[in-house]
């Protein structure tokens, strides 16, 4: 969703996203919630973080809270490291309105937090 929004922000940023126990697709929560934004993340793929670590970055963006400490170390040159921790909305358990909640939840949070960091780091 993170990736997503940073697309809406910006469409001329190269975004990557990966994670350190990347799913096999994209939870389709995640799609169906981001659709309020008018974001499609459908043609999205979940990556490993191993996959960019000799890549240089100008920012580096770790989001879930086991993401900060077990992010490998990159060896490619990263300009800002910064944390921005979210719960993991795949985790969420209850009724499908009760998933969906959490996932449209999570989804606002990031829409701030990343909203803040781009107008303040990026931009």
């Given at each position: 969703m993170a990736h997503g929004f940073?697309?809406?922000?910006?469409?001329t940023l190269e975004v990557v996203?990966?994670?350190t126990e990347?799913?096999?697709?994209?939870?389709?929560?995640?799609?169906?919630?981001?659709?309020?934004y008018n974001i499609d993340i459908s043609t999205h793929?979940?990556?490993?973080?191993d996959d960019y670590l000799d890549r240089s970055?100008?920012?580096?963006?770790?989001v879930c809270g086991g993401?900060?400490?077990?992010?490998?170390?990159?060896t490619g040159q990263v300009r800002k490291r910064t944390h921005i921790g979210f719960e993991d909305p795949a985790h969420a358990t209850g009724t499908v309105a009760e998933i969906r909640a959490e996932f449209?939840?999570?989804?606002?949070?990031?829409?701030?937090?990343f909203y803040a960091y781009y107008r303040n780091e990026i931009k």
């Open positions: 940073l697309n809406a922000f910006d469409p996203s990966a994670g990347p799913a096999k697709a994209v939870h389709s929560m995640a799609i169906e919630v981001m659709k309020a793929r979940p990556r490993s973080v970055f100008d920012h580096v963006i770790t993401a900060k400490e077990s992010c490998p170390m990159f449209e939840r999570i989804r606002d949070e990031i829409l701030v937090g």
